[in-house]
């Protein structure tokens, strides 16, 4: 076919030309070759460095950590320079704890040991009183004691731990007032009784 074929404009001829043109060829390793190629682009770009490797984002975090670690330095230095000095946390529990002074303990130890007596004179009178529980009443008021002496030694336990707290002592006076209470029901139920 020569190129006057070509400007006579005959469609044929063309399509003739074209037909003449096509070649085919076996070619198995071409869409091999193309997966290969795509397999190493997506492991190039996942082996790429992130920015903080590269020299330039190394600077900019050891810039960022100096401007932190200075920044903290500086906000610890003002904290504790202007920070009102606290006592520590043991000598505030102790002066909590401490409610009483010395001349207030030993005053009380006075009048507590007077109280002790007089509820001792009290447990002498009842004491033939209660051996001989004739009723329940009896019976139930001698266990109420009982109880009311495990809370004495209990309480004084603690006392002896701190002496100072008043909250201790308050308690255990009512346990003793509770007690010359009892005492004073057993004289008048038994005294009813006879």
Do not use: C
Request: zero cysteines; charged letters at 30%.
């Amino acid at each position: 076919m020569t190129p006057q074929d070509f400007n006579r404009g005959d469609d044929e001829s063309l399509s003739a030309a074209a037909r003449s043109l096509h070649e085919e060829w076996d070619s198995p390793n071409l869409w091999p070759s193309i997966a290969a190629r795509l397999r190493e682009e997506e492991r190039a770009s996942t082996l790429r460095r992130p920015w903080y490797a590269t020299s330039a984002g190394m600077w900019r975090l050891a810039a960022a950590a100096a401007v932190l670690i200075t920044l903290s330095s500086a906000t610890w230095i003002m904290w504790t320079r202007f920070e009102p000095k606290k006592p520590s946390s043991s000598t505030a529990a102790a002066s909590d704890e401490r409610l009483l002074t010395d001349d207030a303990v030993a005053e009380i130890d006075r009048a507590e040991a007077q109280y002790v007596r007089a509820i001792d004179e009290l447990t002498k009178l009842a004491r033939p009183k209660l051996d001989k529980a004739d009723s329940p009443l009896i019976v139930n008021l001698r266990e109420r004691l009982m109880t009311i002496d495990a809370a004495i030694d209990e309480y004084r336990m603690e006392i002896d731990r701190n002496r100072f707290n008043a909250h201790l002592r308050q308690q255990l006076l009512w346990i003793y007032q509770e007690k010359r209470r009892t005492l004073e029901q057993v004289q008048e139920s038994n005294g009813h009784a006879s």
